[in-house]
């Protein structure tokens, strides 16, 4: 059997902050969680006045949250929600060596994290997920009640995306970890905003059209005209944020208590 890397060809881990919250004058909490298989993850909790509204952020396949904080500060500021970001396995100070499998262990862990804090409302967490992370927000979502789910730049799946790179390789085998939002997203009851970027290289429009049809409603799909990959927030600017927050409000009262 083909043996796939994945580090270096799926993940590209780097684990180097290269800033904070507080440096854009936030006040965050820094947070370190375990998973269930007994990784340590780091993360930011970054509130937002006296919001009830908390999304939970999972990022895509490079980097690591520090890389996401001009993007931070802007859905924090426009959109008005609290915000927690976190660290996949191996990704900034999150511990442990990346895997699929470990993924879906992490997302599920910052899920849980978020439903435990005794400041927070577990029924008015929003899962946000971009690239990558559209496959373990979807995950999660179909397994747990949330107010909503946010997918931006989703991929169909993994053998999806390996006819798309990697044409040389076999199928995978039967047993092997994957990512399958179209088939879970059906799963999925919480209303979906589903966003893609016109000229995405990276992953072809086709594949966010494809996951907001197999979705059920309620749901909504948003293009950003002009939009690559990973310039979605600033391609769709004043609209793209105006979008998400519209998306926020139509899930119900944002006041606490």
Same mark, same amino acid.
């Given at each position: ?6 580090? /270096?060809?799926? +993940? ?6 290269? #800033?904070?919250? &507080? ?7 820094? !947070? ?5 298989? $007994?990784?340590?993850? @780091? #993360? ?14 999972? @990022? ?12 931070? &500060?802007?859905? @924090?500021?426009?959109? #008005? ?31 849980g994290y978020l439903c435990s804090r005794s400041d927070l409302d577990p029924s008015r967490i929003i899962l946000f997920g971009r690239s990558l992370g559209t496959a373990l927000a ?5 397994? =747990?009640?949330?107010? /909503?789910?946010?997918?931006?730049? &989703? ?21 092997? !970890? ?7 997203? #059906?799963? !999925? ?6 966003? =893609?970027?016109? *000229? ?7 594949? /966010?059209?494809?996951? *907001? ?7 909504? +799909?948003?293009?950003?005209? /002009? &939009?690559? @990959? ?6 769709? $600017? ?9 998306? !926020?409000?139509?899930? $119900? ?5």
């Amino acid at each position: 059997m083909v043996q796939f890397p994945e580090k /270096g060809t799926v +993940f590209f881990p780097d684990p180097y902050l290269i #800033g904070s919250p &507080a440096d854009l004058g936030f006040t965050h909490e820094e !947070v370190f969680f375990g998973t269930e298989d $007994g990784v340590r993850l @780091h #993360g930011w909790y970054v509130p937002y006045q006296d919001s009830p509204i908390t999304l939970l952020w999972f @990022h895509g396949n490079a980097g690591n949250i520090s890389n996401r904080l001009d993007n931070l &500060a802007l859905l @924090h500021d426009r959109v #008005g929600v609290n915000i927690f970001i976190f660290d996949y396995r191996e990704y900034g100070k999150s511990e442990g060596e990346i895997s699929k499998a470990g993924t879906f262990l992490d997302a599920a862990a910052a899920f849980g994290y978020l439903c435990s804090r005794s400041d927070l409302d577990p029924s008015r967490i929003i899962l946000f997920g971009r690239s990558l992370g559209t496959a373990l927000a979807t995950a999660v979502a179909a397994e =747990h009640a949330c107010l /909503g789910v946010i997918l931006e730049s &989703a991929f169909t799946s993994t053998e999806d995306i390996m006819r798309l790179y990697f044409r040389f390789l076999p199928p995978l085998p039967a047993g092997v !970890v994957k990512y399958d939002t179209l088939s879970l997203i #059906g799963k !999925v009851p919480a209303p979906k905003l589903i966003i =893609h970027g016109e *000229h995405d290289e990276i992953i072809p429009l086709w594949m /966010g059209e494809r996951v *907001h049809e197999a979705a059920c409603p309620p749901k909504d +799909f948003y293009l950003i005209k /002009g &939009a690559s @990959h990973n310039d979605t927030y600033l391609a769709g $600017g004043q609209e793209y944020f105006a979008k998400l927050k519209a998306f !926020v409000n139509s899930l $119900g009262p944002r006041a606490s208590g």
